[in-house]
């Protein structure tokens, strides 16, 4: 069973561009979790999805980031006309529909993509 | 969810037992425990949960005091690989919040030969 999957893991944008980050969840997982993380800073939440529904956006910038998870394919956190304050590490994490009968279910991460503005 | 206060650092010698405390004083009976590892830079890795029974497994045990208001991560023999950044979290275990996890500084550990 492969783990969260990342990709790119490491991507290089020009201020002004768009940045496009993509996540695959576990296989079974319908939920996930995008975090930021800036240089020497620990790691902020940013957005819960579940299918096709964001279900928690309070740690999202209100402007440049948009966050989706469609019914098929990856989920994708988008920044749009980056700034080098972007520059950072993007976690993913994901984790099972159901919370286990009697006790709570834990969240994977993915290996993070490291955003560079220059 | 309720604030933990761990230690910023603390070093350990390979193979002994390291023991990572952690305060949750504000926790509610409906929190969970959890910690997780963040090994330079890395994804973060969970490591182990617990409500208010100790808990136990391949890599960690959790002990939980019995007012639940701390608690204490055991990595039985460390290793040089636990070099990482270890976070507790408290978080209460509802369908709505899902699994979203709040970081706070952590306890930065390092194994010495």
Known sequence: NAGVMQNPRHLVRRRGQEARLRCSPMKGHSHVYWYRQLPEEGLKFMVYLQKENIIDESGMPKERFSAEFPKEGPSILRIQQVVRGDSAAYFCASSKTRLRRGGDTEAFFGQGTRLTVV | ?113
Not at chain 2, 16 to 41: D, F, K, M
Not at chain 2, 68 to 94: E, G, N, Q
């Open chain 2, 1 to 113: 969810d309720a604030k933990t206060t761990q230690p910023p650092s603390m070093d350990c010698a390979e193979g002994r037992a390291a023991n990572l405390p952690c305060n949750h004083s504000t926790i509610s009976g409906n929190e969970y425990v959890y910690w997780y590892r963040q090994i330079h830079s890395q994804g973060p890795q969970y490591i182990i949960h617990g409500l208010k029974n100790n808990e136990t497994n391949e890599m960690a045990s959790l002990i939980i005091t019995e007012d639940r208001k701390s608690s204490t991560l055991i990595l039985p023999h460390a290793t040089l690989r636990d070099t990482a950044v270890y976070y507790c979290i408290v978080r209460v275990a509802i369908k709505a919040a899902g699994n979203k996890l709040t970081f706070g500084g952590g306890t930065r550990v390092l194994v010495k030969p």
